[in-house]
């Protein structure tokens, strides 16, 4: 049982890094083209003791912070930018996978004129902008507190020529682009 539930974690951290490594790309490809500068937000963390052999720089650290927005930047023309990236390799993403905190912070970037979503991957066979307002708001428009690919299907977003993601082209959702101009 705990071999298991070490084998799970480290399966879902793999595809976390894996989600965070293509969006990390996309970001590099948006910054090459003048489209944004966008980066990911460090954990701030402070090292207790080593952990195992020094020479590998392995230690043992804890969170100095509450949790910060996976993502942030600016959009070209001058807007800014905040979202966080999910994986799941479920049928449906719950609500709770955006902490309270991670909340609280795209809450307040939205109200002062940032373009805020979660992105969300599904088994990396499709990718989605979710809006944050519809996040937020999902148990109003859809009557629960998680969302299934069949219901978000106005926000998917795809893969360029070079296999890139294109986070911030415009969706079939209208009007909760990052930026209609990609």
Known sequence: MEYERRQQGRRAKYAGERFENMISAACNYYRSQNIADIEKTPEP???LKPYGDRRRGQYVAVFTKK???DYKGILNGGRCIA?????????????SAVSDRQ???LENYEKMG???FVLVSFKFEQ??????????????IYGHKHLKRSEIQDYEIGLNHLGTLEFLK???GG???ADTRA
């Open 45 to 47: 963390m402070r090292p």
């Open 67 to 69: 949790a910060q927005n």
């Open 83 to 95: 979202f966080e990236a999910k994986h799941t390799d479920a049928d449906k993403i719950e609500a």
């Open 103 to 105: 909340a609280e912070l």
């Open 114 to 116: 940032a373009s805020c």
């Open 127 to 140: 990718f989605y902008r979710i809006p944050w307002s519809v996040w937020r708001d999902m148990k109003d």
């Open 170 to 172: 415009k969706t079939k």
């Open 175 to 177: 009007t909760h682009n």
